[in-house]
């Protein structure tokens, strides 16, 4: 009722913004898409759509008897460790897929983004440090909700006509969903509907936040005007994304390991700054995830609700469990094991923000910045919540310390945005057809400029329910498909565990499958042959 209510009011605004005219009209306009946006956003952020995302998880979690805990050795030692270990993993393909490491650095740069810095930041404020403790809750189920996606995006990708792997929630709703008994419509339905709202999130969460975010950090830091970075970016954009996934993957697989690493050192050296404070940081943490801090600072609006509701939605901002993103880019890999592709899933997760928004909550809240007693901001003057962990640097580090957030945030972002364009692309393929992609692709990269001039909390609000569309389509397909999810893993941990002499599960098309499988026997041999140390050769 309340939506409906905010709907009319919408239309109210519209008819007095279209008889205005010039700044006014655009402000008008604003307003009416703010209204429009808020009444959706509380309908797919709602508590039923919430409990939804949590409950795959824990479903999933349960399902594979807590991989990424039971597992734990295994997913680094396939993810993280074969980085120095196996050269097939890094090495680049002469065909149109791309290698592991590069689908996880392509991954990472769609996920490793705003969402870890003033994502992070903008939770704390609005739903008190508490939200810190939430995001964690839904990373760890998270992971298995991501590791699921991936293993049915293997499962369920095709090759599309320039010989590219094509996979996501599209396909898997088509093939998965839309093979069981009567669900043949709804899961076509479901694919378009995906597809549709990957299309209008790629340019919210993929697009105008993220240049957003560095349009208004430019601007703060350097004095640099919104206009001129927007065209900037659109000239560096359009040399990339145009390119394709390879050249995406190509500038990924370089500016992803050296961004993260540098930030992360960052975060270390003030955390190690402010060690003395991390027992009052992680009380605080607690006490606000329950609302006790209610209780000691007498503050409206902080308590248990609010921090749960901003811990997921940040949370899923940031590492993208359950939106059926990164899943499109994995899919593009070279691995043949839908298992192996969701290891990385797992770790892709917990290095987003188990790791990355964690320390950036320690930063920020050990910082002094936020007053750990009542969960608010310690200066009253502070408007731009994005601007917390630059001025936490910049307390530590002085101006360069400034200005090394806002290049971080450049990097991030942008690199954000090239991950998302992909998956634009994907969905957009998925509609309108291969030869079609080059239509998004040049509206994507016009579209920068538009962030680049866009209001921040608008951008924001738009990111969080283009985010909730998305996720709902999702989580039915995973949800229906959790069995074909714990088949796969059971076959797996049968034949690389157990050692089991079972038939590789691998795809759900036949001449994949045997492509595949052939592909997979012939490199178990070589392996065995040259006496590697693998996970065949155990």
């Known amino acids: 009722m309340n939506g409906l209510l905010l709907i009319s009011d919408a239309a109210q605004t519209a008819e007095q913004a279209v008889q205005g005219s010039g700044p006014g009209f655009f402000d008008g306009f604003l307003d009416v898409v703010k209204q429009v946006n808020d009444a959706i956003s509380g309908v797919v952020w709602g508590w039923p759509a919430l409990i939804l995302l949590l409950f795959v998880g824990v479903l999933m979690t349960v399902l594979t008897k807590f991989f990424q805990v039971s597992h734990i050795g295994r997913w680094i030692k396939f993810t993280i460790g074969a980085i120095f270990r196996d050269k097939k993993v890094t090495k680049h393909t002469s065909d149109k897929s791309i290698s592991q490491f590069q689908s996880l650095c392509t991954a990472l740069a769609a996920t490793v983004g705003t969402g870890n810095i003033a994502g992070v930041a903008s939770a704390i404020v609005t739903g008190g440090p508490g939200a810190v403790f939430w995001m964690w809750i839904m990373a760890f189920f998270g992971m298995m909700t991501n590791f699921s996606e991936n293993v049915l995006g293997i499962l369920y990708r095709v090759k599309n006509k320039n010989g590219e792997w094509s ?79 390879k050249r995406i993957a190509a500038v990924a697989e370089k500016v992803v390991p050296v961004m993260v690493l540098l930030y992360l050192l960052g975060t270390i050296v003030i955390c190690f700054m402010h060690i003395d ?79 990355v928004c964690t320390l950036t909550a ?83 990269v ?74 997979l026997e012939a490199e178990r041999k070589e392996l065995v042959k040259a006496g590697i140390d693998t996970d065949y050769a155990e």
């Not at 750990?372 to 310390?401: K, Y």
């Not at 957030?405 to 945005?417: D, E, N, Q, R, W």
Request: proline share 2%.
């Open 167 to 245: 996979g996501g929630a599209m396909y898997y709703l088509k093939h998965g969903l839309g093979g069981k008994k009567h669900c043949r419509t709804l899961g076509a339905v479901l694919a378009v509907l995906f597809c549709v709202f990957c299309l209008l999130a790629s340019f919210g969460i993929g697009n105008m936040t993220q240049i957003n975010t560095i349009s208004t950090n430019m601007n703060s830091t350097f004095g640099i005007p919104g206009w001129i970075t927007g065209i900037v970016l659109m000239i560096v954009a359009a040399l990339v994304v145009i390119g394709g996934i």
């Open 446 to 519: 016009l579209a920068i400029f538009g962030g680049a001039v866009m209001g921040e909390n608008l951008a924001w609000e738009l990111s969080d329910t283009f985010n909730g569309m998305m996720m709902i389509p999702n989580l039915i397909g995973v949800l229906v498909l959790s069995p074909m999810v714990f088949k796969c893993t059971k076959n797996y941990i049968d034949r690389h565990v157990r050692h089991i002499d079972v038939e590789p599960m691998l795809s759900i098309h036949e001449e994949i499958q045997r492509e595949q499988a052939l592909a």
């Open 362 to 444: 320690f930063t920020v809240l050990s910082s002094g910045l936020i007053d750990l007693e009542t969960g608010l901001l310690a200066d009253s003057s502070i408007t731009e919540t994005g601007s917390l962990v630059g001025m936490a640097f910049e307390q530590n580090f002085g101006v360069i310390g400034r200005d090394f957030v806002a290049i971080a945030l450049l990097l991030f972002a942008f690199s954000t945005a090239l991950g998302w364009s992909h998956y634009g692309t994907k969905a957009f393929e998925y509609l309108f057809g291969t030869k079609a992609t080059l239509i998004y692709k040049v509206v994507f």
């Open 277 to 355: 404070q991390f027992g009052a940081v992680f009380t605080a943490i607690f006490r606000s995830a329950f609302g006790l801090e209610a209780a000691v600072g007498g503050v409206v609006g902080h308590g248990v609700k609010m921090a749960v509701q901003m811990g997921m939605k940040r949370g899923v901002f940031s590492n993208e469990a359950g939106l059926g993103s990164s899943v499109m880019v994995h899919s593009s890999s070279n691995v043949k094991e839908p298992v192996q592709q969701g290891m990385w899933g797992i770790f892709e997760v917990f290095a987003d923000t188990i790791v």
